[in-house]
């Protein structure tokens, strides 16, 4: 059996993600959408460890320590078992778990704690919720798989939020230029990003490998759409 994936750049932030998920879903039938690149843990997963998101939930970071009930998306049951299922070698083993998916980056460690408790969410990204959204107005099965490129204790080295609109991006050089000590934080994140990025590649060589391998389940004729931000 021959898998067909489509790898799309979706950009930062629900708002696109969004956009060009519905652009694709609108252009051909697909059978699954799977959501995935890095996530900043909620818990203490070590940073490289992935995570299989059962179900993410999608809001403002105010409206998510409140009491308002989030809007919540669920994670297709059978592509989740088979995901957690995939043997990996290594130190960290797959863990399945809630994600939450907000509009803006979370750079202080506090601020993910807090999320983190009152959420009972593992993982915080800013696409997955929206990418689910729109799978789900489609009717089409969703799945997250994320690996961690930051963790619950660690600050980010800049507000990267500066660098999300255009008009940011002057605020943004000066912040680095004038701190620069932050460097050494930039450092620790690109080797972070490494570990991530081969963990999710040794992933997904088991995982489209364990699909040709399952010719009598249902699932395995299906064709994993990989929507990666």
Known sequence: MSSHVLLIQTGIGPEKARSITRKVLESESWDVVISTGFAGALNHSPIGSLVIGQEVLLGQYADLLSDSEPQRIACHPEWVH??????????????????????????????????????????????????????????????????????VNEDLPVDFNLFLKPSGWVGGVRQVLSTPQCWKGFWRLYRNSMQAGLQLSRFFEKFFATLHSMSTSPIATLKPDVLNP
């Open 82 to 151: 088979t995901s957690l299922n995939i043997k990996l070698t290594g130190p960290y083993p797959l863990q399945g778990g809630r994600f939450v998916t907000m509009d803006r980056v979370l750079t202080q460690a506090s601020q993910k704690q807090i999320l983190g408790k009152r959420t009972g969410a593992v993982a915080v990204d800013m696409e997955s919720g929206a990418i689910g959204q729109v799978a789900q107005q489609y009717g089409i099965p969703f799945l997250i798989v994320r690996a961690i490129s930051d963790g």
